[in-house]
């Protein structure tokens, strides 16, 4: 998946610069299957994912707002999964090897968590300066908490579904002026 999703940014980054300028009331109006069909092109898993970060959007609204709802949507699953990983480590059910990769998550959470925070500012205020690295940088906190789990675990499964939502967060919103 890893890399459809580096094609996917690609072709959004050129999508995009035919369409620029979308952001803080600087373009037209898209519905929101028109965007996610953009975000996920030919891929059908992230065109699914993104249906669901924006079934509750409005019917039309310009990019940039697409993409404050998806950065959201993104960092409320974030805090999910972190209140379930902390309730498991309270409860004493996880096995004495996985205890230091469930703590790792949970910091590394704290900064994808800091970094969709700044990327909901920076959208409000039209401020695109640090977007991109901002997707990175959660992208990979995600990415070095999936490394520490063993399969199977509880945390396993909510940190690839939270891995997917930041992708398409990431790919759709690239783009931004």
Known sequence: MAGAALTLVA???AAMSIVGGEACNQGDLMKWNEACLMAAGNTVEL???CQEMLQHAP????????ARLAARFTNRSYSGTVAAAQRLLA?????AGQ???YRHCVERYSTASAQMASVMAELASC??????????DAKAAMESCGRELAAGTPLAAMNAADKGWTTVTHSRYVWAP
């Open 59 to 66: 019917d039309a609204a310009e990019m940039s707002e697409y």
């Open 99 to 101: 205890r230091p990769a």
């Open 91 to 95: 409860g004493g059910s996880i096995p």
């Open 47 to 49: 065109y699914n994912l």
């Open 11 to 13: 072709a959004l980054a």
């Open 127 to 136: 401020d695109y300066g640090r977007l991109k690295q901002r997707y990175v």
